[in-house]
RNA sequence: CCAGUCGGCUGGAUGGCCGCUGCCGUAAGGCAGAGGAAAGUCCGGGCUCCACGGAGACACGGCGCCGGAUAAGGUCCGGCGGGGGAGACCCCAGGGAAAGCGCCACAGAAAGUAAACCGCCGCUGAUGCGGUAAGGGUGAAAGGGUGCGGUAAGAGCGCACCGCUGGGUCGGCGACGUCCCAGGCAUGGCAAGCCCCGCCGGGAGCAAGACCGAAUAGGGGCGACGCUGGCGGCGCUAGCCGCCUAGCCUGUUUCCGGGUAGUCGCCCGGGUUGGUCGCCAGAGGCGGUCGGCGACGAUCGUCCCAGAGGAAUGGCCGUCACGCGGAGUUCAGCUUGCUGAGCUGCGCCAUACAGAACCCGGCUUAUAGGCCGACUGGCGCU
């Protein structure tokens, strides 16, 4: 189990895992990244440290925040099952492991195509992923400079 | 055929690929999977926990013609009364205004113990004084209405009819209606102003609540004894007795009551994240028969019909209906370039309102398009 590819992750395929918790929400959206896309922003943040296994071995973990201010309830509705589709049928579209992620959708994702849809989550998480690396590294130099 | 009134139904169909939730199955797999409003959370219940002693007064909230239906209701059905309409039919917050208080803008002379602007009549030389409430005028509303008599002019001043009030007869379970008698009329409207009368009413809600369950803080139950302060008496003390006075809880308050305050002993562990239950067989759906004007009831047969939990019931793509726009063509009508109908391609849209969250019965509100039935009025035909 230790010496194992850390590209094989458990559940490439099939059901997303969803972010359960207000608490996670909030910690998204406090300590986050964000990116903007048409029709909707991601954040980001790496999963919490009490998490049951090594980071790189989680699944990534997605949230949908769909406020009432964009739709009622039939067309908030079909936005999360619209964004969960995307994820499913596309493969998590090059999210990270050991990430939280949470979409925030506007009310252009009610109408988008398919197509577009999955094209700019795409581009979002690759984003995301390249903005991350270089926060991640300025921080390790930091750390290394003040001991 | 046209115009209208009332009521009901429906809420795209079908196929492919990839998925989600639940149940069944060892497995492969199979079966099921949003609405008429699932909505607003405005009423009524079931269910759960808490509180709950009795009597009186007060307060608060709701309801308000009668009878019935129902688990119940502010719902429904059948009636009554009033108002509107030519009619089918529609509307009514429909107890009490001779218990009281209050209000009735503007206009108007006057808005409630009536009053007198113009007018009418009488007297007078005239100014004016008196009578009057027919007519005019104002207003949402002007102190019964219409007619005849009467009179100086008028007036319930008198009479008839209608209305009103009181009493009675008859019919109806009743709201109420019918008829008779009496009274010359007293009683304007507003109670969705206060109010009065009658009836009803514990509170919170499935995040209710129950169970399983690391760590931390210390909690709960049962039993026994005891019960704050002041004064007086008895007693050596411990303590006992009597009187007075207080706090909190039970909507407020009064009376009679009750609970609560500390110590000791014994027993139970406690419950955040999470999990399980509550949680879907029910005032259940469909069909028949019988009873009832009806709401509905009785009975028989048959079916099992969503159970999620940051929350499943979907995503994408075809085909076809329906609809809309424009074109061509055929037919009909005539106001000779328009209207209507049918057919054939093309394009657009791929449906409106809207997503179960413990469950039922209602109400209210939203809703593209389509369909059906009953009835009323008019025109045409037989």
């Known amino acids: 189990m230790t ?6 992750l458990p559940h490439a395929h099939g059901k997303p895992e969803r972010l359960r918790h207000r608490r996670d929400f909030i910690r998204a959206s406090k300590l986050g990244l964000r990116v903007n896309a048409p029709g909707f ?7 919490a440290p009490e998490a049951p296994l090594a980071p790189y071995q989680n699944p990534p973990r997605f949230g949908f925040t769909v406020t009432k201010k964009v739709a009622g309830a039939v067309g908030r ?3 999360r099952r619209r964004l969960k589709e995307a994820l499913r049928a596309g493969g998590r579209l090059g999210a ?3 990430q939280d992620y949470v979409v925030i959708a506007r009310r252009e994702t009610l109408t988008a195509s398919f197509a577009d849809l999955i094209l700019h989550m795409t581009e979002s998480f690759t984003r995301l992923k390249s903005r991350a690396g270089a926060q991640g590294s ?5 750390g290394h400079s003040a001991r």
């Open 138 to 142: 300025r921080k390790q130099k930091d």
């Open 77 to 79: 509705n079909r936005i």
């Open 41 to 47: 922003s991601i954040q980001t943040v790496p999963q």
């Open 3 to 8: 010496t194992d590819a850390p590209a094989k």
């Open 96 to 98: 990270q492991a050991g």
